[in-house]
Structure formats: C-alpha cells, structure tokens
C-alpha cells in the first residue's frame, strides 16, 4: 500500500510528515485492487514532502496510506529471451525409472489415476468445479484430487497441445486451491514446458495462461520473460480483452518490460474504443501497478470511461479512481463523473471499495464533500450494526478523511472503537496508518491511543524505523504520553540506531520535547546520527529538532551548528514558520557562526509583517475605513501566528515600537506577586497553558498575563490619565464569532491554532486603555482629539504576541500618535 502524508502540511505542533514509504499493495483477489497502506510520509503522499521509499509491491494490492517495506519488487524481464533448444524433452521422459517416479507420486497423493479423459476434458472438469462454491478456494477432496492427479499424469505421459496447457492454467487460477502442492507441481510442469511452445499460442492462449499463473500469483519468470516477448510479437492480433487480462496479469506478478509495456499501451490507445468498462479499469489498474503515466492513454481511458460509466459495476469503478489518483492523473472532470456515479450506486459498493475511492480521492487532494459524506454515513452505519471491517479498510478510511481534512467525528469514534477491538489483527503499515490519520485529524482517542502504544511496545521487533517515527510523530502532535511505548522505543533506537534516518531521529526527539519525555543518552548518541542525514531534512524538521533539543535541555552545539548551516543552504526554501522556531531555538545560546545571518534572513520575513501593517493601518481614520475582512485574509496568508521571540523583538523594532524602563519592569515584579496572591490557585491554573514559557526573577514559572502602564494627559481638555493593569486569560474570555461593533476601537484577527485575537490578553488591555484615554458612546473623542493625547504606556507580556495582537500595538500608535509606546516580552522559547 500506498504511503500517507505528503509532506508538511503543518500538524498538531508540527508538519504532516514526509510523503513516505509506500507500502505492501496487498492482495487483488480475482481482480479486484488491495487496499491502501501509507504512500504516508508519499509522510504525514503528507504537504508534498519528501517521496521515502518504496514498498514491497506483494500481491499486485492497492497503494495507500502509511509507511511499509522498501523493496520495489518489480522484475525487469528480458527483452529477448534465450532461444529454445532444437529439440526439446519433457521432463520425465528420458528418465529412466519413470514407474519408480509414478509410484512415489502415487505414494504421495494416494488413490489411483484416471486415465480415460485427455487434458481438454479435465481441464474442463476443473472449470465446472470453479463454478462450484464449495470447490472455489476451499479444500481439496477427493473427486478434485483425482481430476490433479489426471492432469499431472497426462501432462507427463501424453502429447501436449498449447491449448490444453493454457486451459490448465487458466482453470487452476479460477479454481484457487493455493493449499495443494499438486496444484504448484502442475504450474511448475505447464510452465517447463510453455516456454518452449510459446510461438504456438494463439492470444487467447497467452491471455489464459498468464492469468492463470497471475491468479495464484506463481511468478514463473523464465516462462513470462518468453511470453512478454510474444506478447510484443502478436500484440495487433490480440482483441481487447486479451490485451487488457494480460495487461493485469504482468502487473499482478509485479513484472515489467519496457517493450511489453510500450506495445500494450500501445494497442490500447488505439483501439480504446472497444474495450469494455472492465477493459478499462483493468487496463488502468495495471498501468498504476507499474508506476507508468502513459498521459495520452490514461486521458483517453478517462474519456472512454466517462461514455461507459454506467456500464462499470461498483468494484471496478472504485478501482478505475484509485488507479489514476495512483498515478496522480489529477482528471477532475473524470474523478467527478467517478463520484455521481457512486453516489448513484452506493448501495452495492462493499466496504473494499469504500476504502478505494477515499483514498484515491485523498490522495489527488480533491475534497468532494458529497461523496465523503455518503461514504462516511455507510460505513458508519455499518460499524453501528456490529458488521466487522477489516483492517485495511479501517486504516484508509480514515486516512482519506484526515489527509482530506474532512474530520467526521462520528466515523472517526466508530473506527477508534471498532480498531481498538482489531488492534491485535493489524499490520505494522496498518498501525502506522491509522495512528498517523488520527493525529493528523486532532482526534486525541486515548483509548485508541493507549492501546496502540502498549501494542507496539509489545511487538515493536516487528516495526520498520519509519514506521516506529511516524507513530512517535502521531503521540507528539497528540501530546499523549505513553510511558511504556516511550521507554521501550527508547531501547529499540538504541539498539538500532543505524537502521534509522535523520528525519526519522529528529521525529523521535520532537515527541520527546512535546510529551516532556527527557532520555539525555539517547538524544546525545542520536545526534551524530541526525547530522549523519542532515542534508535530508526539510528546513521545517531541521527547527523542530534544533527546538527539541533546547526544550528538553540537552546541549548539542555541533548538532545545532550543523541543523543551522543546514538551513542556510535551503533559506529558499524554508517557510517562515520553520525560521522563526530555529532562531529562537539557538537564541539563549547562539554560538553558532550562522545565527547573525538566520536572525537577518528572519529580519527580511519580518519585513513582510511590518509592510502589510503599515499599509493597512496608515492613520486613526483607517481604523474605521479599512475591510476587515481583506486584512484578516491577509493575515491568514502570512501563515504564522507569531514571530517568535527573537523575531517579534525584530518587528517592534522594525515598527518603531521601543522597551519599557527599568523602573517598570521593577514595578511589574511586585504587581505580579501580589496579584498571584489575591489570584491564589486561579490565577496559576489560568495561566498553565503555555509551556516553556516562564517569569524567571519575576516569579512562579509557566504564567501568562499581560501588565500595561499608562501615564497620558490631554493639555487643552487638563485631562491625565493614569492606569496599571494585569490581565490574566481568564480575565479575557469573550465571544470570539462577535463582530467588530461601532464602540470598539480596535480590530482583531482569530488565529489558527487557538490564537483568538480577541481573547489575548495583550489586546484586552489595550482595548481597555483606549476608552479610559479617549471616552466612548457621544463622550468618545474624535481622531483630531486623540491625537492631542501626549504621554506613554508601556506593555510587559509573558505570552509570545500573536500577529492580531502585534497590529493591535499598529492600531493604537495611530490612534495616538502623540504617545510613545513600549512593549516587552519575557525572553522565552516560542509556542511549539
């Protein structure tokens, strides 16, 4: 299956992940598709980030969504296979104790054989049993053991036409007895011999035999390396069908040829309008299998398909999107005829297929609010009435829905209770899957998560190192914190060290900074090892690892410098966000040589936040006359919520905004004592919500309150204003969906993750300052009289300002021109 995230989409406290491994494509079935693993971190294809490495292709399933196994699994065949000898002897015949040989085979399968029906007729037999429920798939008896036995004899004794050999084939492929060694013993012999005969199949014998050995998944690559090469030979006498089965076939085995594949694509481009609609998926199908993005066929499968939509059943349908989103054949026309026609028929998908179209649609990023709707009420209502879902099918939907972002908190509760009940069923790709899709939606199911944790400690010989990174990711972007999986993860990296990445390292050491799990000798032994892979990481991994190693207080100045140079080489590719949490992540102790120029680079992103407040709020009268809205997009499209502490010290600056006095600073120490006393437990509780940040000399650790000094006066009105203020959290609870009302003075900007701007508590005091200087209601001075106010107020915040709260300080040095505004924040790490 396919891997997850693609890359950094931002997360619960950090990016989605790479774009991942690709995972194990489970099993097909007749024809089906497998369901999907992690294309996850395609990480959180979580967020385009980095590709990872790919899966074990297995049984020819579907890609999905988390990490798996690194091997590709293809078989690149010859394109000339070796000449058959001049003459050619059964195996069996020039031995010279055949009686001997029989009678062993006769010891072994028991019974005796029926020699009255040549291998046609057998064959036929076989076929009349496959149809046979209790025959298809299931165990051997004895009339069917008679029927192998008859086979095997004949194939041994008699002349054997290229026929009989395919209808053999073909007929143990639909029978799917996979448990019986006579079954493997008859492959082995049919394709011994084929590949010496195969200049005399017609296109309907190669079409049967290699679906048949396709079908069992016996990948016989002498045999198939000869076929490909007549497959190519004869491919503009093949019809459709036998163009597209063999097509399959190929793919399900996990075989490719350039020239076959050419000739294939070939043929079907210019004969798609014949083919049938389970032509075409499976012709789509094998193309995703092999990783092939034939644009002018895939286009013309699209058209063809959109003309016979209504002739697909649901299977193949669903499997027709997963192969484009596979490909990433983003054809939003084709994609949205594939969704009304399910919607149409959603009734007489089964759950497999569900699992598909979530995923491919998740996958090519196409939000189709509709379909997820449907999809999302069947399942759950399938869950609700006790039905079990394997699972794969579990781990894919729910990350279609997470990398969709289309949370469903219903469906996401069925699928926490139904996987905690399967837990102990699920593959590691699996796992890795269904942790990384609850954390990505924000869904904190400690059920789920505590028994993942405890699982995974339990087995966790069984994990990849990908794997084990993506699930710590999921309970640090959680903030869960699972002692018992920490500690044995603990033992594991150690243990394997080298067997894991940089970026897989530096994932381990973020959760550790995020559930406040400190094990300095393993962060010290593994940052060599980040350094080893340095070049690997994104900017964004590189500050959360500089940012968790300061966090949990393990001095690394090599790992620093080396995460800090790093970042220097790709500053053009380094999102703001990244930026701001290294540079505040080396602040306290910048020794590395590279700190004075990230701290300019970081200067000139400022920049764009001094720029755009500035040219919003140019005077007091554009308080009143600018669109609110148009600011708040703009605000929203910085994609940061701060600026860090180094960075917002920088916009001050950059604003004209200075530092409060000592003396106020002093002042500020005694009034946070004395209101922690009258606050008592509140005050403490309200103010817990940040962590790493603290008072230091100025009192108890982990507080947030805002203090504001004013000391203005209005000369021609003889009016002289003088306030202290401290504001807790508490203080500032309001109605955050209320719009900005004719009396307020200031505007607001709400923030994601959890910033309300009218909540902080910088914002509520100087929306209280600014009625105490100028009035409200018909006493409210205008703009020309408040700008007669001369003084100063000076602002000390333990909380890193927010933006909104940044262009409130803009706001109010416009409305007051006349008085001079300083503001000081404790020096302290940013919020994660």
């Known amino acids: 299956d396919r891997g997850g995230d693609r890359g950094d989409r931002g997360d619960r406290g950090g990016d989605r992940g790479d774009r991942g491994d690709r995972g194990d494509r489970g099993d097909r079935g007749d024809r089906g598709g497998g369901g999907r693993g992690d294309r996850g971190d395609r990480g959180d294809r979580g967020d385009r980030g980095d590709r990872g490495e790919r899966g074990d292709r297995g049984d020819g399933g579907g890609r999905g969504g988390a990490v798996a196994s690194e091997d590709q ?28 040989s029989q009678k062993q085979h006769e010891a072994n399968y028991g019974g005796s054989i029926n020699s009255d029906q040549d291998i046609a007729s057998l064959s036929k037999s076989l076929m009349r049993m496959a149809k046979q429920d209790g025959f298809r798939g299931g165990r051997m008896d004895g009339k069917l053991r008679e029927v192998l036995r008859a086979i095997y004899n004949k194939l041994r004794s008699s002349e054997k036409r290229p026929k009989d050999l395919a209808d053999v084939a073909f007929a143990l492929g639909k029978l799917q007895v996979t448990s019986e060694p006579l079954v493997w013993e008859i492959l082995t012999f049919v394709g011994e011999i084929a590949k010496f005969e195969v200049k005399q199949f017609t296109p309907h014998d190669i079409k049967s035999i290699v679906w048949g050995f396709a079908s069992l998944v016996v990948r016989d690559e002498p045999l198939m390396s000869v076929v490909a090469a007549e497959v190519v030979n004869q491919i503009a006498t093949f019809d459709q069908s036998q163009v597209s ?13 350039e020239q076959l594949v050419d000739a294939i694509a ?7 309008s014949t083919f049938t609609s389970h032509s075409l998926s499976d012709i789509s199908w094998a193309l995703a299998q092999w990783g092939t993005k034939k644009v002018e066929l895939m286009d013309a499968i699209a058209a063809e398909a959109q003309k016979k939509v209504s002739d697909f059943t649901p299977g193949p349908l669903a499997m027709t999107a997963w192969s484009f989103s596979s490909l990433q054949v983003a054809n939003l026309e084709f994609m949205s005829c594939i969704s009304k026609e399910v919607l149409v028929k959603m009734g007489k998908l089964k759950l497999q297929d569900f699992a598909h179209l979530c995923w491919a649609f998740a996958n090519l990023r196409i939000q189709d609010h509709a379909l997820f709707h449907a999809v999302a009420a069947e399942v759950h ?12 099918v579990l781990a894919n939907i729910a990350w279609a829905f997470s990398k969709n ?23 590691p790709a699996e796992v890795a899957m269904l942790t990384w899709a609850f954390a990505v939606a924000g869904v904190q199911n400690s059920t789920l998560m505590a028994e993942i944790g405890t699982q995974v400690s339990k087995k966790m010989d069984k994990f990849t190192p990908p794997q084990l990174s993506h699930i710590t990711w999921a309970f640090g972007a959680l903030s869960l914190r699972h002692l018992e999986f920490l500690h044995s993860l603990s033992s594991c990296v150690l243990n394997n060290l080298s067997a894991f990445k940089g970026s897989g390292l530096s994932n381990i050491a973020w959760t550790f900074a995020m559930v406040a799990f400190r094990n300095e000798k393993l962060l010290r032994v593994m940052g060599p090892e980040i350094m080893r892979d340095v070049s690997e990481l994104r900017p964004l991994a590189m500050a959360r690892c500089a940012w968790a190693y300061r966090t949990l207080a393990v001095q690394d100045s090599e790992l620093v410098s080396a995460l800090a140079s790093e970042v220097l ?24 040589s590279a700190f004075d120029e990230l701290k300019e680079a970081l200067a000139s992103r400022t920049g764009e936040v001094e720029s755009l407040l500035r040219n919003t709020w140019t005077s007091a009268e554009s308080l009143d006359t600018t669109d609110i809205r148009t600011y708040s997009s703009q605000m929203l499209a910085l994609g940061i919520v701060d600026c860090g502490a180094v960075g917002t010290q920088i916009l001050l600056r950059q604003l004209g905004i200075g530092s409060p006095s000592g003396a106020f600073m002093r002042r500020c120490r005694c009034e946070v004592a004395k209101c922690l006393q009258e606050k008592g437990a509140e005050g403490s509780t309200a103010s817990a919500s940040t962590p790493g940040k603290s008072l230091g000399a100025f009192g108890p650790t982990d507080v947030e309150l805002t203090i504001a000094e004013c000391d203005a006066v209005h000369a021609e009105k003889d009016v002289h204003i003088q306030e202290f203020l401290v504001r807790f959290p508490s203080d500032c609870e309001v109605d955050a969906s209320r719009h900005r009302e004719a009396n307020d003075f200031l505007t607001a900007v709400e923030l994601p993750p959890g910033r309300s701007g009218k909540a902080e508590t910088i914002f509520h005091v100087l929306s209280e300052l600014c009625p105490l200087i100028a009035g409200t209601g018909d006493t409210r001075w205008s703009t020309e009289e408040c700008a007669g106010v001369a003084g100063r107020v000076q602002i000390f915040t333990t909380i890193t300002p927010c933006l909104s709260s940044i262009g409130a300080l803009r706001q109010f040095a416009v409305l007051f021109p006349g008085i001079t505004l300083e503001f000081a924040e404790q020096v302290g790490l940013s919020r994660e």
């Not at 070939?266 to 798609?272: C, D, G, R, V």
């Not at 009435?385 to 394997?390: F, S, V």
Request: hydrophobic share 40%; aromatic share 8%.
């Open 73 to 100: 699994g293809y078989v690149h065949m010859y394109r000339v296979p070796p000449p058959p000898p001049l003459e050619y002897s059964p195996p069996g015949a020039m031995v010279g104790n055949a009686d001997a």
């Open 245 to 257: 089965s063999t097509a399959w076939a190929f793919a399900k085995l996990g075989l490719w040829n």
């Open 266 to 272: 070939a043929e079907s481009l210019a004969n798609i």
């Open 381 to 392: 209502k399938t869950l609700q009435m006790g039905q079990e879902l394997q699972p794969p």
């Open 405 to 427: 972002s289309l949370l469903h908190e219903d469906l996401m509760s069925a699928i926490a209770k139904e996987g905690v009940r399967q837990l102990p069923n699920f593959k």
């Open 569 to 592: 080489k790709k500053l053009p590719d380094c999102p703001t966000k990244a930026l701001i949490k290294l540079v505040d992540s080396i602040y306290v102790n910048p020794s590395t």
